[in-house]
């Protein structure tokens, strides 16, 4: 729904280019963003880059609502993918609106935004768990027996590779570069869709298991 259903007094509109910054971890609100074309990507950035994605919203969306109803610093970092128009509404008339609501609504919402907000600080979380890591679970939790009495495993990548980065929460590019680490210390072997991991306890070692 567009802010206008809920804000009688006016909130700035702004145009933004694609690449720009729109909120960064533990930022402290003022304002509230209301994202009303485009497509902004959430995650954590290093090094000035988004390298660790937790995913996307395209307008209309509320971006930031979780952390101004809970009064909480934000969570994540958030880029312009594309460029964008959005709506910057103060937070104190964005709080003084929704206080208009029945009680009942209101408390709906405040839950919702209670895990939301948990939501994202695990994901977070896990992102501070080492990249190589999070792939050698990957890898030993979608592997099967190669059929050989040598006690290999063999795994069939059913998904593209940035399907799979999306799910680990990094970028394809780490993916790849992990992958071919991988393999430069003899772990994973073969090309295409179908990887063999030679020495599993090696992979369980670094997967921490």
């Not at 809920?6 to 700035?12: G, H, K």
């Not at 772990?187 to 073969?190: D, E, Q, R, S, Y």
């Given at each position: 729904m567009q802010p206008s259903t809920?804000?009688?007094?006016?909130?700035?509109t702004e145009v933004i280019a694609a690449g720009e910054v729109l909120r960064r971890r533990n930022e402290v609100l003022t304002s509230v963003l209301h994202l009303e074309t485009g497509r902004v990507l959430r995650g954590v950035l290093d090094d000035g880059f988004l390298r660790h994605q937790l995913g996307a919203v395209e307008g209309p969306f509320w971006l930031d609502a979780a952390s101004a109803l809970l009064g909480l610093p934000f969570p994540v970092d958030m880029v312009a993918d594309t460029r964008i128009q959005v709506r910057r509404v103060p937070i104190q008339e964005f709080r003084n609106s929704l206080a208009q609501m029945p009680p009942g609504a209101r408390g709906l919402l405040l839950d919702m935004a209670q895990g939301y907000r948990q939501q994202s600080e695990l994901a977070v979380s896990r992102l501070a768990q080492d990249a190589e890591s999070r792939c050698a679970q990957w890898l030993l939790k979608h592997a099967e027996p190669d059929h050989s009495d040598s006690g290999a495993l063999q795994v069939t990548l059913h998904l593209r590779k940035r399907l799979i980065a999306a799910q680990l929460g990094i970028a394809p590019e780490t993916f790849s570069r992990v992958l071919r680490h991988l393999r430069e210390l003899g772990?994973?072997?073969?090309t295409g869709n179908v990887l063999n991991l030679p020495h599993p306890r090696a992979l369980q070692s670094m997967a921490g298991c």
């Open positions: 809920y804000f009688s007094l006016p909130a700035e772990l994973v072997h073969g």
